[in-house]
Structure formats: C-alpha cells, structure tokens
C-alpha cells in the first residue's frame, strides 16, 4: 500500500488535511452530489452516498452542507452539472499516477492538470496506462488504542475484509468496495471507532524513488493534484526511503 499509505502519512505530517479542510468540504460536497445524482438521495439504498457521507461526517463537514450537498445531487438545488473521469501519467522516477475528478469543465481541467504533471516533472499519458498498477479497495482505519489486533483481524475477516495492517497509529482494514459497509457494520457493532473510511486506488507495486530531487518532485505533484478543486483523489506507487525523505526540506 505504499504509495496510498506514504502520500496520507506525509501529508498528515505537513498538516496539510487540517490547513485545506474548507477545500476538502467542497471536494467531498461534489462527491456527495455526483453519489446522490446516479444513486438517489437514500444512504441506506445507496452505498456510494453512504461513503460519501461518512467521509464527510470524518472531517466534521456540517451537517447542513452535506443535506444541501444532496439536494443539489437530486436536482432540488441548481449545480449538480459535473463529470466523472480519471486522468492517468508519470511523476519523477517512473511513478505511476492516477487522478479521479469531479469537474464542470473538462476543457478547463484537462490542460490544467497536464500543466501540473508537467511543472513537477511528470507526463499526463493516455487512459489505461498506468490502471493495470492498481487495485480498487475500500480502506477502513480504526485507532489501534484499546483494539487489539487479533480480535479486530478476526472481525474484519468474517465480515469479508481482505487485510488488517498497521498504519502509524491506526489499523487499516482492506477489503472489496462492495463489502466496505460490512465490515464498518461489523467493527462499530463490536464497539469499535471506525475513524475513516473510503474508496481507494491501491498500487499493486511500489516504485523506490531513491533520488532527493526526484522525491520532492513526486512530493510536489501530490501537492499540487492534492490541492486542485476538481480532483477528488489521487492514487501513486512510490515508495521513498527515509534516508531521502530526511534530506527533503519540511
């Protein structure tokens, strides 16, 4: 899970989650939209809505966004006209990149994020070029305090989880998109915190980017997909070694 995983620490560490959290209101406010227009208004009918919630409801989004969120997605409320499309290409060192967005204007995101592959270092290559790297998994994180391992292995393996493994300070909980509503059933039924959860893009591979100046220029990418309104996620399969994470300034 090494790209996942590496990216989501380092940006923890820069504090970049809690510094963009009124971005990613309105990052997660146009997955509720698009999950509400295709599914319906009902999270209990509607899966995706009910992720799009929960990851919503994990970084304290308010409630009245995320009901006006869903209005907008029925067509109650005007602005629920975005597109779906996932952009894929090459960061520094040979890393595979996968971007899934949410835009108005493909005309004006497209060049965009080809602009930004191409500051960092990078190539925007064509669809399917870098997909066969990845798996789409659901990711569950529960806090390893006061949750032992083997019992929380063996309720997310019977409720259909694929993996427990630590996370830092977290066990994060592999498993089929389908069954993601499961198993959170299954670890919040067994008192457990379940502190996020969502739908990812995990490398079947890692890439080592050894190379300092190729590691900031991946950590830049990241950065700035990271930081695009019209990107909901990006997903990459490099691995930097602490040795050159040090030498990187903070």
């Known amino acids: 899970m090494a790209g996942h995983s590496h990216w989501a620490n380092i940006a923890r560490k820069k504090s970049l989650i809690d510094a963009k959290r009124g971005k990613l209101w309105s990052k997660l406010a146009k997955a509720i939209i698009v999950a509400a227009k ?8 509607n899966l995706r809505l009910r992720y ?56 004006r995101t497209a060049p965009e994020i080809r602009k930004i592959f191409e500051m960092c ?59 993601m509503a499961t198993v959170i059933d299954a670890l919040t039924a067994a008192g457990m915190t379940v502190e996020s959860n969502e739908i990812v893009r995990i490398p ?10 190729d590691a900031r220029k991946v950590l830049a990418l990241m950065e700035r997909l990271d930081d695009h309104d019209d990107v909901q996620s990006v997903s990459a399969n490099f691995n930097i070694p602490d040795e050159a994470l040090a030498q990187l300034s903070p």
């Open 38 to 45: 295709h599914g319906g208004p009902d999270p209990d009918a």
């Open 52 to 107: 799009a919630i929960d990851a919503a409801k994990a970084v304290s989004m308010p409630k009245d966004n995320i009901q006006r969120a869903i209005k907008t997605g029925t067509g109650e409320l005007k602005g629920g006209d975005l597109e779906e499309s996932i952009y894929e290409g090459y960061g520094a060192g040979g890393v595979a990149v996968m971007c899934e967005i949410l835009t108005d204007n493909k005309n």
């Open 121 to 179: 270092g990078g190539k925007l290559g064509g669809t399917g070029c870098v997909a066969y790297l990845f798996e789409r998994k659901g990711l569950i994180r529960v806090p390893q305090s006061g949750c032992d391992e083997d019992r929380i292995m063996e309720l997310a393996l019977e409720a259909g989880a694929d993996d427990v493994k630590p996370g830092g300070d977290k066990w994060e909980v592999t498993c089929e998109p389908a069954a």
């Open 204 to 213: 079947t591979n890692s890439v080592a980017v050894d190379d300092v100046e």
